[in-house]
């Protein structure tokens, strides 16, 4: 929005930023590579248009040294990567949901020839951004008034799967330690195959006698190694030993199940002590 | 916000009609979630508004305060998610002549993140600059709250008029 625009809104005595953003759907896409073609749907549930820009990056999941999931973005792979960024394309790049209107933007592979079969990764991003600053009043000159405006980029993967597509994981490194009212798990997990593992991690504290205390389960994506940190609450637990249960599945809720790689669950228990 | 909490099964019926299926909030809509996927949606609710300040005076909205931005993010139960941001340095007059710009800053603690609820004073606090991950609520509540406060300085000197700049949130789907 240009200066002068701008300052017409904040003249006019915009008194609140209605609710902006967009619904992004879905937020993995996979494409196959006999069509090459996939697309991502935005619609806009509010009343004020969303400005719309669409681009990509090489990057995955990764954990860094406190066990968090992040993004590694990867700004130059090399040849050796399975990025499929350069070759990934969006329609339109750029575009304008109306309120309460629907658009879709198409993703279209043009990859190199002899790609060897596997899967390739791409993050698309997606950038969103109102038309309103938030600065309360009247015009008054005079007075110095701050406001700033909230852009979103939301960033959902994208897999190219050519030929033949295998995935799994090897699971090692099962630990736990108990850090205030959790417990906190760690685990180191790693890639098999060619594509990558999209499952669930689950893990169960169990006493002596197998009776569940905590419980949790998440989505999981493995790209290459990384080990993820996991909380569970466990409240006051009392003095004793008990059992960590620990196992991946390619079971996913969120995702279609064709979508989904299958690959046999692994699993890995261990003993946890509070003294 | 009711819109904006079914909009992306809204979306997903509205995009999959299926002609002689009831189309209630049932089984249907989750039919067709299975075969679209299921949607991210990331709403911002309010902008970081510090109002008019006082010349020479630094001015901080915490993340707990009313002028904070904050953010609503729904999606896939129990989904991990990265937010970074990019933060302006300087905030510019798009009133007076070119050039009149403005500091702001935001510290260890400026931004917070809550799982489930809009619940701003049980969130965890978290250095902006730094960014954090954070995961979505359970079945009934697949949402993230996230906010972000700010200090700006303006010299003695400053200009009259409306300073702004442009935060740029990232969220990440993990």
Known sequence: ?275 | MSRLRHSGLLLLALLVPRPGVSQGVGGTLAVDANIIGQALTVTTLSALNFGSVPKGVATTVLPTAAGAGAWQIQGSKNADVSMTFVLPAVLTNIQALPGSTMPISFGATSARWNRATNNVAGATAFNPIAGTTGKLGPPANPFLYLWIGGTVTPAAATKPGVYTGTIIVTIAYL
């Open chain 1, 1 to 275: 929005m240009k200066a002068a625009g701008l300052a017409l809104v904040l003249l006019s005595g915009a008194t609140r930023l209605a609710a902006q953003g967009v619904v992004i759907a879905p937020h993995a896409v996979f494409i196959d590579a006999r069509t090459r073609s996939g697309a991502v749907l935005l619609y806009n549930p509010n009343t004020d248009p969303v400005e719309v820009a669409v681009s990509f990056f090489f990057g995955y999941p990764a954990t860094d040294s406190a066990g968090r999931i992040v993004v590694d973005s990867i700004r130059h792979p090399d040849s050796t990567s399975v990025s499929a960024a350069a070759w990934i394309q969006a329609f339109p790049r750029r575009l304008t949901v109306p309120p309460l209107e629907r658009q879709t933007v198409r993703l279209l592979a043009t990859p190199p020839p002899g790609l060897a079969d596997g899967e390739y990764w791409a993050r698309l991003v997606i950038s969103a951004k109102g038309g309103q600053l938030p600065v309360t009043g009247v015009a008054d000159t005079a007075r110095v008034k701050v406001g700033l405006t909230l852009e979103v980029r939301t960033i959902i993967g994208v897999y190219y799967r050519k030929g033949a597509v295998h995935t799994g994981v090897a699971l090692s490194r099962l630990r736990t330690a108990v850090v205030g009212d959790s417990l906190a798990v760690w685990a180191r997990v790693t890639q098999q195959g060619n594509a990558a593992y999209i499952g669930t991690a689950h893990a169960v504290l169990t006493d002596s006698t197998g009776r569940t205390l905590s419980e949790m389960k998440a989505p999981i994506g493995v790209y290459y190694t990384m080990e993820p940190r996991y909380a569970l609450a466990i409240g006051a637990l009392a003095p004793g030993r008990y059992r960590l249960r620990f196992d991946l599945s390619t079971g996913r809720e969120d995702l279609a199940p064709e979508l989904v790689l299958p690959s046999p669950p692994v699993r890995d228990s261990v003993e946890v002590r509070v003294p």
